[in-house]
């Protein structure tokens, strides 16, 4: 059974600081997916990486894949305030599972 | 598109009463999945469709739980009788392409 785990479970950062989320799944998949919910809303797709060695910027984030460690990392680069949220990976071809979150505050 | 819609957005009900939770997704979208979110559990697959027929329900928590798709654009989760430990947010995603794309959710308390 597929399971998926993120950390860490929470991060405080300065703006201006670079910092990595790493997502870690547990059985073979080849596809992971970024997302990011902000307090009461839904989920936003971020990011679908959909080969090993994929990689995908947007903005101050980026996204890669190494499907033969079965890792996943989410980069940050200089952070500001607006990318305070949840972020969430979630591997599996058709049964999508998800991480638990990893809290991001940024703080001014 | 309007996206995925989830009806209604909010939902309060004593303990034991039928709920019944409903969604529409993007047109054209051949997979449908259902997912419950708490604090403490995460974001849990209840159940998951492809083209309107039940895949896997592995992930509904008992028999109370109940969930159809009669057609393309319409799917219910039902929870009959329910109860507290339901609280939860309710979200539905349709898929196509390897991308999900969420509704805004049903936030359910049971009382």
């Known amino acids: 059974e597929l399971k998926v785990e993120q950390n860490p479970l929470f991060l405080s950062m300065q703006e201006g600081k670079n910092y990595t989320i790493y997502c870690n799944y547990s059985?073979?998949?080849?596809?992971l997916y970024w997302y990011r919910q902000d307090p009461g809303k839904s989920l936003e797709s971020l990011f679908v990486l959909l080969s090993n060695g994929a990689v995908k910027q947007e903005g101050r984030l980026m996204a890669s894949l190494d499907t033969k460690a079965r890792l996943s990392t989410l980069h940050i680069t200089a952070a500001v305030h607006d990318l305070s949220a949840t972020y969430f990976c979630?591997?599996?071809?058709?049964?999508?599972?998800f991480g638990t979150g990893t809290r991001l505050k940024v703080l001014a | 598109d309007a996206g995925v819609i989830q009806s209604p957005r909010h939902e309060v009900t004593e303990m034991g009463q039928e709920v019944t939770l409903r969604c529409k997704p993007i047109s054209g979208h051949d997979y449908l999945f259902w997912y419950r979110q708490t604090m403490m559990r995460g974001l849990e697959l209840l159940i998951y469709?492809?083209?309107?027929?039940?895949?896997?329900d592995s992930g509904m928590p008992e028999d109370r739980f109940s969930a159809k798709m009669p057609n393309a654009s319409f799917s219910t989760l039902k929870i009959q009788p329910s109860e507290p430990r339901d609280s939860a947010v309710y979200f539905c995603?349709?898929?196509?392409?390897?991308?999900?794309?969420f509704g805004q959710g049903t936030r359910l308390t049971v009382v």
């Open positions: 979630a591997a599996g071809t058709y049964k999508y599972i």
């Open positions: 059985t073979t998949s080849d596809r």
């Open positions: 995603a349709s898929v196509a392409w390897g991308e999900a794309f």
């Open positions: 469709f492809n083209n309107n027929v039940p895949i896997d």
